[in-house]
């Protein structure tokens, strides 16, 4: 982004917020959730809202908003990017660079569970609602379900993301629910679970949410035993990426083994791909694209198996 773009940015926010509603209104969407490959790979952005703005050893890489703009364009200018999952905010900050046209938009809801809070279980929705995202033509919304069995927060959050999945249904759009089993260490921590038994569980809670299922889609972590976990369900799955590991390497390698698994569609990964170790944004998205169409079958780069054929090349 330029120095002349950004001053227009600041200049639009200030003097005419009518810009965004006009935005909005003029995005070109595309006409399926799934690319042509049928799969669906997005950029993750809606974690400043929630105040977990933290990278790796730096506490406020996220709190940069240029910074993440910057990196959003980088990996939505890859064609392998379906588009990005969003608060109103980042998807308003987006719209007015140019940069969703064509592209799938996801709403984020519910981002009231403050990272680090006393009430962090109890995740009110705070952002996109059904109505605004059918008003703002995007292409379905998001909802963080956090599953904890000795905090009381659960069942708001249970009921409001019930809620949600209704009200999404009725007007045909997807939820994308992200059901995530949790529990408190001595310290009182949140420590996500990832046993079989407690993410298989999540996935059955969460599939049975609402009044239908028709519209619901499922945000997981890459199980350690992908077929195990993932029988689970016959909902549609996209991957997360969660906190980025030390070894980004490792990462890609999970996602592709959760990949090969017929009811997992994608990828939503944030800030794994946009702030790499390396600082190589372009270079992380475009090595994730690689996992996913290897796990697919879709590409030069993936075997008769659906195995990558250099996994030295896929995961640098």
């Known amino acids: 982004m330029s120095d002349a773009d950004w001053a227009d940015l600041l200049a639009t926010r200030a003097t005419e917020p009518e810009a965004v509603s006009r935005a909005y209104a003029s995005r070109r969407r595309r006409d399926s959730l799934l690319s042509e490959q049928g799969t669906l790979f997005l950029v993750a952005a809606d974690h400043p809202a929630r105040g977990a703005l933290g990278v790796g050893d730096d506490p406020m890489a996220m709190a940069d908003r240029r910074s ?95 809620n949600a999945v209704n009200e999404l249904a009725e007007r045909g759009l997807m939820a994308m629910v992200e059901p995530l089993p949790y529990q408190r260490d001595g310290a009182g921590k949140l420590v996500l679970r990832r046993d079989p038994a407690s993410l298989a569980r999540a996935i059955t809670i969460a599939s049975g949410l609402g009044r239908t299922s028709a519209h619901t889609w499922l945000k997981l972590p890459a199980p350690a035993e992908p077929d195990t976990v993932l029988a689970a369900t016959t909902l549609p799955v996209v991957v997360l990426g969660g906190v980025p590991s030390a070894d980004p390497g490792a990462d890609l390698a999970s996602w592709g083994a959760a990949l090969r698994n017929p009811v997992v569609r994608g990828l939503v990964v944030g800030r794994a791909l946009l702030y790499p170790p390396d600082g190589d944004v372009a270079g992380a998205v475009e090595s994730a694209a690689r996992v996913l169409r290897a796990a697919r079958g879709t590409a030069d780069d993936a075997g008769t198996d659906g195995k990558t054929n250099n996994s030295k090349e896929v995961l640098a």
């Not at 959003?72 to 940069?99: F, I, K, Q, S, Y």
């Not at 984020?108 to 403050?114: A, F, H, Q």
């Not at 995740?123 to 599953?147: C, E, P, W, Y």
């Open 68 to 162: 993440l703009l910057e990196r959003l364009l980088v990996a939505l200018d890859n064609p392998a990017v379906d588009g990005v999952l969003g608060t109103p905010d980042v998807v308003e900050e987006l719209l007015l660079l140019g940069a969703l046209h064509d592209k799938i938009v996801i709403g984020s809801m519910n981002r009231g569970g403050l990272a680090g809070a006393s009430w962090e279980v109890d995740d009110r929705f705070t952002g996109h609602d059904a109505q605004s995202i059918v008003d703002n033509r995007l292409d379905g919304a998001k909802m963080l379900l956090r599953l904890v069995d000795d905090d009381p927060g659960t069942i708001p959050t249970l009921i409001g993301c019930a």
